[in-house]
């Protein structure tokens, strides 16, 4: 108490007469030392004097009135909100509505102590996260350490082999050259010999120009006729900057390293042919739309009918359910199978009952995929807007990725959606004809339309390693890329796809791919043993 009292008078000098103070008047709100006291005292205040000593004059528990300050409150106004005095009680505020002071306090208190247990209750936690992240500190350089020498192993790695690449692409260079300094003498010597017969033929013109000679004339048209079209020569152009050669070298490196030790199969083998049976549309022709992979290894698909089926491997049919929707949009969820109708999100139970596990309101679901999280990710379409939603299994919105860094659509026509094993959520655009990938956070990771003009994004699926895998349409491919949305192959099976479209992953490097036209799905194994 010395020590404060001493440090405030040090800082803190009297109002009166700038010595130390010692003192404060609560009522006037003046600083006073020792000897100014009584002087202050002799001052008439309509509020009377409180002295106290000056390290004290912040711990008053009175409540003064706010326009009777030498009245204490006693009561409470609850139409004006405030504490007031009992004169205040008998004059301003005679017909409002009152309280016991006492009364409003104690309400205050009981507030301020509900809220203090919440914040107590949530110390545990509190102090645990700060446990887990003193750890963390703690093992901050250990860890980053370790990093480092990934890094650094990993760099000497690259280095090597920047080194023999760097040596091979000089040697194609040098071999470049000679084919280019052979084939500019050839030309220069073309040249040379053209510029020499456009001389003669000037010469010659120069001279018949003067003579006139009619029979000359005559003879030289044919001939002057007759001579090359100089302006059809071509050039030959410098070979294009090589050191993007250098990065599609790694890339192909890193590549091979992310498809793990199993290769991809030069030509992809068909193992078993499925015919669903699937009728054509009457408008489309299409029979064959989505598929999902059971725990067991048996395939649910749909098709241009009300009704889904379920096959093993080897195309027995196992079961088939009623349903009131075409099977466009299928997938797996609590070892059930899903599918999407205009309003809703249904699954298929136990004894075949269609059961409807949440509704989507104006917003109309399309492709629909499970998450390592154990929650549901659906593609939704309002008019022209589009987006993907999570779900819980009960229907709560848990999130919503519409928008990129930029406020503008993500999506023009968002209609099959899958999930990565880094956690990406994988987007076939058709208007865009491109599929679109975002975090697990929802931001921008990467987008791919194709190596040519033709490619469309129909359905995705993705494999252990990461590989993203894309039908492409009507009469192209199957594209594969690697998880980072860069290009890595087409798989073309023997005996060829047609009009690829539903497609998923079996496991043990195969795939089942639906041709939407045939009503055939193929299981078509792609990486070797």
């Not at 269609?354 to 154990?374: C, K, L, N």
């Not at 406020?407 to 987007?427: F, H, R, S, W």
């Not at 894309?470 to 998880?483: A, E, F, H, Q, Y």
């Not at 998923?504 to 939407?516: A, F, I, R, S, W």
């Amino acid at each position: 108490m010395m020590a404060s009292r001493d440090e405030a008078q040090h800082f803190v000098e009297c109002d009166l007469c700038q010595q130390p103070v010692s003192f404060f008047c609560r009522r006037c709100g003046v600083n006073l030392c020792d000897p100014c006291v009584p002087i202050h005292l002799r001052v008439k205040s309509k509020n009377g004097h409180d002295i106290v000593d000056y390290t004290s004059k912040d711990d008053d528990d009175k409540c003064h009135c706010d326009s009777h300050p030498q009245n204490d409150c006693s009561a409470y106004c609850k139409t004006c909100d405030a504490p007031i005095c009992m004169l205040c009680v008998s004059i301003k505020h005679k017909s409002h509505e009152m309280s016991e002071l006492s009364d409003k306090i104690e309400e205050l208190l009981k507030i301020i102590a509900k809220e203090n247990d919440q914040l107590q209750s949530s110390k545990h936690e509190l102090e645990r996260i700060l446990d887990h992240t003193m750890k963390m500190l703690s093992s901050i350089p250990s860890i980053y350490k370790q990093r480092k020498d990934e890094v650094t192993a990993r760099g000497e790695e690259w280095h090597k082999q920047i080194e023999e690449t760097v040596k091979k692409l000089h040697q194609e260079l040098d071999d470049m050259r000679k084919e280019h300094e052979a084939v500019l003498q050839k030309q220069k010597k073309e040249f040379e010999e053209k510029i020499g017969k456009v001389n003669e033929m000037n010469a010659k013109t120069t001279k018949l120009q003067k003579s006139k000679n009619v029979t000359e004339l005559k003879t030289f048209v044919p001939v002057i006729e007759k001579q090359t079209n100089f302006s059809e020569v071509s050039q030959y152009s410098f070979p294009k900057s090589f050191e993007r050669k250098i990065d599609e070298y790694l890339e192909i490196k890193l590549k091979e390293k992310e498809s793990s030790n199993r290769k991809i199969l030069d030509v992809p083998t068909v193992t078993s042919v499925i015919d669903t049976g699937f009728p054509a549309n009457e408008e489309t022709n299409n029979r064959l739309y989505g598929m999902a992979v059971t725990d067991d290894n048996k395939v649910w698909m749909g098709g241009a009918s009300k009704e889904l089926k379920l096959f093993d491997l080897q195309g027995h049919l196992h079961h088939t359910v009623s349903i009131t929707t075409h099977g466009m949009f299928l997938c797996m969820y609590n070892k059930h199978v899903v599918y999407t109708t205009n309003k809703g999100v249904k699954t298929i139970s136990d004894t075949d009952t269609v059961v409807t596990m949440f509704t989507t309101g104006d917003w109309w679901p399309r492709g629909a995929t499970s998450a390592a999280s154990g929650d549901l990710l659906v593609c939704l379409r309002k008019d022209d807007q589009y987006k993907v939603v999570r779900y819980s299994s009960t229907g709560t919105v848990l999130q919503e990725i519409q928008y990129d860094s930029q406020c503008q659509p993500l999506y023009k026509q968002a209609v099959y959606i899958t999930e990565n094993v880094n956690g990406d959520i994988i987007v076939t655009d058709w208007e865009k004809k491109a599929v679109i990938a975002v975090d697990r956070l929802g931001i921008f990771r990467y987008s791919y339309s194709g190596k040519d003009s033709d490619f469309r994004a129909l359905s995705v699926a993705t494999d252990s390693v990461g590989h993203v895998i894309v039908t492409g349409g009507v009469g192209k491919k199957i594209s594969m890329l690697d998880r980072d949305g860069r290009f890595l192959r087409y798989i073309i099976p023997e005996g060829g796809i047609k009009d690829p479209r539903g497609v998923c992953v079996l496991g043990d490097g195969e795939m089942m791919v639906g041709e939407c036209l045939t009503g055939i799905a193929k299981r078509i194994k792609y990486l070797e043993e």
